[in-house]
T-cell receptor, first 115, second 112 residues
Framework: GAGVSQSPSNKVTEKGKDVELRCDPISGHTALYWYRQSLGQGLEFLIYFQGNSAPDKSGLPSDRFSAERTGGSVSTLTIQRTQQEDSAVYLC?????????????FGPGTRLTVL | GENVEQHPSTLSVQEGDSAVIKCTYSDSASNYFPWYKQELGKGPQLIIDIRSNVGEKKDQRIAVTLNKTAKHFSLHITETQPEDSAVYFCAASRAGNNRLAFGKGNQVVVIP
C-alpha cells in the first residue's frame, strides 16, 4: 500500500519568509511524528500527534515552529520567519495504534534550504 | 532523556563478508529498538526491530541482538551485497513515550 508522503520534496526560501511542510501519513495510522535531520546528523524529534492532539511538542526548537493535524490524517509543519539554521531535511513518520504503536514508518522528507 | 550512541561511524567491508554495528543506550526503561537504513536522498527505511522481552531477532541476512544488562544492541548483516551500502541508524524508545532517540548513524560501504 501507499507509504507516508511529504510535500514539497524540496523547498528553497529566503531568510525571514514563512514555510509550510505537508505530511500525509499511512492510511489508518493514528500517530504522526515530525523529525529534523541536519547534514550528517541523526534525527531530532520535533513533535508527536495522537489523533489531532499533540501530547508531546517538547522537541520544537522555538516558538517559530508550529504544527497541526486535521481529521486525524494530514499534518502541516509551519516555520515562521525562517533562519539559515532551519535548513535541514524535515521527516515525517506515522505509526499504527494498538500493539505496534511504537513502530514508525518514515516518508521521503522535505529538504528545506534557507538562503 | 535517552542518549543513543553508535560505533563505528564508518564501516567498509568486502562483498560477502559480515558487517556489525553496535549501539549503546542510556535509559534502562527503553524497551523498543529499531534499526533504519537510509539511502542517499531517501527517508529512513525500517529494516528490523526488537523489543526488550527478547534477546535476538533474525530476518534473512539481518539480525539484531540486545543485551539489556549492558544496555547495548547490535545489527548484524551477513553475506553483504553492494546494495547494503547506506547509512544505518539505531534508535530507542520507552513505553508511554513514543518518540525515538536516534544515534548519529553509521556509513556502511560494501566493496565489490
Amino acid at each position: 500500500g501507499a507509504g507516508v508522503s511529504q510535500s514539497p520534496s524540496n523547498k528553497v526560501t529566503e531568510k525571514g519568509k514563512d514555510v509550510e511542510l505537508r505530511c500525509d501519513p499511512i492510511s489508518g495510522h493514528t500517530a504522526l511524528y515530525w523529525y529534523r535531520q541536519s547534514l550528517g546528523q541523526g534525527l531530532e524529534f520535533l513533535i508527536y500527534f495522537q489523533g489531532n492532539s499533540a501530547p508531546d511538542k517538547s522537541g520544537l526548537p522555538s516558538d517559530r515552529f508550529s504544527a497541526e493535524r486535521t481529521g486525524g490524517s494530514v499534518s502541516t509543519l509551519t516555520i515562521q520567519r525562517t533562519q539559515q539554521e532551519d535548513s535541514a531535511v524535515y521527516l515525517c513518520a506515522s505509526s499504527p495504534g494498538g500493539g505496534r504503536r511504537d513502530t514508525q514508518y518514515f516518508g521521503p522528507g522535505t529538504r528545506l534550504t534557507v538562503l | 532523556g535517552e542518549n543513543v550512541e553508535q560505533h563505528p561511524s564508518t564501516l567498509s567491508v568486502q562483498e560477502g563478508d559480515s558487517a556489525v554495528i553496535k549501539c549503546t543506550y542510556s535509559d534502562s526503561a527503553s524497551n523498543y529498538f529499531p534499526w533504519y537504513k537510509q539511502e542517499l536522498g531517501k527517508g529512513p527505511q525500517l529494516i528490523i526491530d526488537i523489543r526488550s522481552n527478547v534477546g535476538e531477532k533474525k530476518d534473512q541476512r539481518i539480525a539484531v541482538t540486545l543485551n539489556k544488562t549492558a544496555k547495548h544492541f547490535s545489527l548484524h548483516i551477513t553475506e553483504t551485497q553492494p546494495e547494503d551500502s547506506a547509512v544505518y541508524f539505531c534508535a530507542a524508545s520507552r513505553a508511554g513515550n513514543n518518540r525515538l532517540a536516534f544515534g548519529k548513524g553509521n556509513q556502511v560501504v560494501v566493496i565489490p
